[in-house]
């Protein structure tokens, strides 16, 4: 079975900056498209940045500029840079992977969600 573990969200003020990581754990033959979602209060979640395992990145347009998405292959952890923050940023983060787990011979395709950080912006 494959697991996100994130880590990295808090409390900061506007302007300030936070890194969230996720690590994926499990028996993961292939890590393909990772992701971080966001879902702030009343609101539906939606995309905040992908990665392609090579490397071809796509963010949402209010963060272009200010937040970066990379990811260490070696470690299967994706990362997200996230500065100039603004109280609009305030939302639990999500992390999103999907690839292929289990054995060469006995194989299947997953997508997995993290548990989720709180990242808030104060004013």
């Known amino acids: 079975q494959v697991q996100l573990v994130e880590s990295g969200g808090g409390l900061v003020q506007a302007g300030g900056s936070l890194r969230l990581s996720c690590a994926a754990s499990?028996?993961?033959?292939?890590?393909?498209?990772m992701g971080w979602y966001r879902q702030a209060p009343g609101k539906q979640r939606e995309l905040v940045a992908g990665i392609t395992s090579g490397g071809t990145t796509n963010y949402k347009d209010s963060v272009k500029g200010r937040f970066t998405i990379t990811r260490d292959n070696a470690k299967n952890t994706v990362y997200l840079q996230m500065n100039s923050l603004n109280p609009e940023d305030t939302a639990v983060y999500y992390c999103n992977a999907a690839g292929v787990a289990g054995t060469v011979l006995s194989y299947r395709y997953f997508e997995v969600w993290g548990q989720g950080t709180l990242v808030t912006v104060s004013s």
């Open positions: 499990g028996s993961i033959l292939r890590l393909n498209a």
